[in-house]
Structures are given as structure tokens and as C-alpha cells.
């Protein structure tokens, strides 16, 4: 027990906090950035002494500084952003360019440079806030959601220090996730430098190719559809002049349904699946000329690489056994 006492009394002498000082501030986590008018509107999520609920505060400004400065003052408590993190970012305001949002909070040194940015999706900041109000979550709900990895999930690596890194690369475009108005997280925003240029869709199998995920969840049209888990997947590249041959490998088996097709028949059609599902992933990209996957690093470190680029996919996924005799 006195080990303990000796532990906090140090933490609280080398962070020079106390419970009044604490008391006194506005630990910020969650904040929402929308523009109109050319004004900045900044919200976030608070709640107040000795009340349970969320309550919202808004300010705004012609600068991302006036507009947090104006938020500090109508908040009961002083603005505390070293704990600040996710920026979730209006869609309008995206497509302007976010580099004000990247100088304001990267060069501002009470703020941790490992928060999450999401961009909003068909909506604004008020929307997102207020539905995170009437579904009761917690500010930490948000963070879970973009920080978290599971298999199929639609999450990339979107802190800012990552965002800039690709911005600042030749050989890769940024991206981020989206946020749609109910809170879900489907679809990855595009980039060139800091403004956004569109959508893919295709999030799982972005994840598959730049190897974030080693399995993918797909849907197979037989007399009845059935699920199939592709695991364990491999992949190998190989380049030769101006053309990429990118071939996966890894093991299938049914995990919901039933398909009254042999062996063979049944692994062509989830090869065919998986192979048209990446070459439309790739398709979209080529469209905006967003090299996400950062092929012109890997390659040739140059911005217009990826969009000459001739990119083949082959798939070599093998079912798990199966009584076949069942299936003839």
C-alpha cells in the first residue's frame, strides 16, 4: 500500500497536476471542424461538473486559431488538447484542402501528434455529435473505432503523422477513412496532397493488398448465396517493365449456406470472386489516380507511375476439404 501512495504522489509532482487543476480544465478528445463562408466552425463534446450528459460547444472564427479561441472561451472550463484524439473532418471542407487543420495542430506543441483525422461523410460535424448524444456513447467510442484491427475490418492507418508522411511521398497518395451519419466506418477518402479527391469502396480489399488483413470475408452466387472465408492469404509481385503481376494465395472454406457444386466449380467460382473484387479495387483507384497502395514508392518513386502502370491480378485460392460426394 505504501508503495502505491509513494507511486502517485510522485506522478502528481512530476506532471505538476493536482485534483483542483484538473477540476479547472477541459480535457478535449473529440473535435469536429466544418467551414462555411469562409468561416471555421469548430464543435466538441463535453460534459459538465456533476452532469452525466454530453453537452456541445461550438465556436468558430476566419482561422482555425480565432475559432478555437472562441470555442475556449464558451466552454466552462479551460480548453485541455493534449489528449485530443480524433478530428473528424467536414467533407466540403476536405475537398478545400486541410493543410490550415495539419499547421494549426502540428505546430501547436500541446497537442500529441498521434490523433486520428476522419472525414465526414455526406455530413457535418453538428450531425456526427448529435448523433453520438442520442445513441449515449462515450467520447472513446469514435477513437475504438478507428483504432482497432480485426479481420474485415475497414480501418487503415489514419493518425496524422501517417497522413503527412504520404502526403509529403512521391510514390503514395493519403488516405483516410470516412464516417458516415451512423456512425459507421465503410468507405477510405482520397487524396492528392491535402485535398480530397473521392471514394473507394472497396476498403477490405484495399486492407488485403497493402497487407493489413491476411483474410476477406466474400459472398459466393450459387442456388442459394453462401459466405466464404478466405484466409491465411500470401501474396507475391512481380514486375516486369511496365507491368505489375500481383498473385494471391491462401485457403477457402464455407462458413454459412450451402452450394450443390463440385469441388472445382465451386473454388473457380470463389477465385473469379476474389479476382474481379480487387481488379474493380485497383479500376477505382486508376480513375482518380490515387496510388494509396503506394506502388510508385515500391517501384519507382515517381507521382504518375501508378497511373500507367498495367496491373494483372491472379488468384490461387485452394477450398479446404469438403465431402464432395454430398455436392454431386
Given at each position: 500500500m505504501k508503495k502505491i501512495i509513494i507511486c502517485l504522489f510522485f506522478i502528481f509532482i512530476c506532471t505538476g497536476c493536482n485534483y483542483t487543476e484538473l477540476n479547472q480544465i477541459s480535457i478535449i478528445t473529440l473535435l469536429t471542424i466544418d467551414k462555411k463562408n469562409n468561416t471555421y466552425f469548430i464543435q466538441s463534446l463535453t460534459t459538465d461538473e456533476n452532469i452525466e450528459e454530453l453537452k456541445s460547444y461550438e465556436g468558430k472564427g476566419k482561422t482555425i486559431s480565432s475559432a478555437l479561441n472562441d470555442l475556449d472561451l464558451k466552454l466552462n472550463k479551460k480548453m485541455y488538447l493534449s489528449h485530443l484524439q480524433t478530428i473528424i473532418i467536414s467533407e466540403k471542407l476536405a475537398k478545400e484542402g486541410i493543410n490550415p487543420i495539419l499547421n494549426y495542430f502540428l505546430k501547436n506543441e500541446n497537442v500529441r501528434d498521434n490523433f486520428y483525422l476522419i472525414i465526414a461523410e455526406n455530413t457535418d460535424g453538428k450531425h456526427i455529435l448529435n448523433k453520438i448524444k442520442k445513441e449515449k456513447l462515450s467520447l472513446n467510442n469514435i477513437y475504438n473505432l478507428v483504432s482497432r484491427e480485426k479481420m474485415n475490418s475497414p480501418i487503415i492507418n489514419?493518425?496524422?503523422?501517417?497522413?503527412?508522411?504520404?502526403?509529403?511521398d512521391d510514390g503514395i497518395d493519403p488516405s483516410l477513412n470516412y464516417i458516415n451519419k451512423n456512425l459507421e466506418i465503410k468507405n477510405i477518402a482520397l487524396f492528392k496532397n491535402d485535398k480530397?479527391?473521392?471514394?473507394?469502396?472497396?476498403?477490405?480489399e484495399i486492407n488485403l493488398l497493402t497487407g493489413m488483413n491476411k483474410s476477406i470475408?466474400?459472398?459466393?452466387?450459387c442456388k442459394n448465396n453462401i459466405n466464404v472465408i478466405i484466409n491465411n492469404i500470401q501474396i507475391r509481385e512481380k514486375k516486369k517493365k511496365n507491368k505489375l503481376i500481383i498473385t494471391l494465395y491462401g485457403t477457402s472454406e464455407i462458413i454459412d449456406?450451402?452450394?450443390?457444386?463440385?469441388?472445382?466449380?465451386?473454388?473457380?467460382?470463389?477465385?473469379?470472386?476474389l479476382t474481379?473484387?480487387?481488379?474493380?479495387?485497383i479500376d477505382e483507384l486508376k480513375i482518380k489516380n490515387a496510388d494509396i497502395l503506394g506502388l510508385g514508392k515500391k517501384y519507382n518513386n515517381e507521382k504518375n507511375y501508378f497511373k500507367n502502370l498495367n496491373i494483372k491480378i491472379n488468384t490461387k485460392i485452394r477450398l479446404n476439404n469438403r465431402n464432395e460426394e454430398y455436392y454431386e
Open positions: 489514419n493518425t496524422v503523422n501517417n497522413f503527412l508522411k504520404n502526403m509529403l480530397l479527391i473521392g471514394k473507394n469502396t472497396h476498403t477490405n470475408l466474400i459472398s459466393i452466387k449456406g450451402t452450394c450443390f457444386l463440385k469441388n472445382a466449380s465451386l473454388n473457380k467460382k470463389i477465385n473469379n470472386k474481379s473484387s480487387l481488379k474493380k479495387t
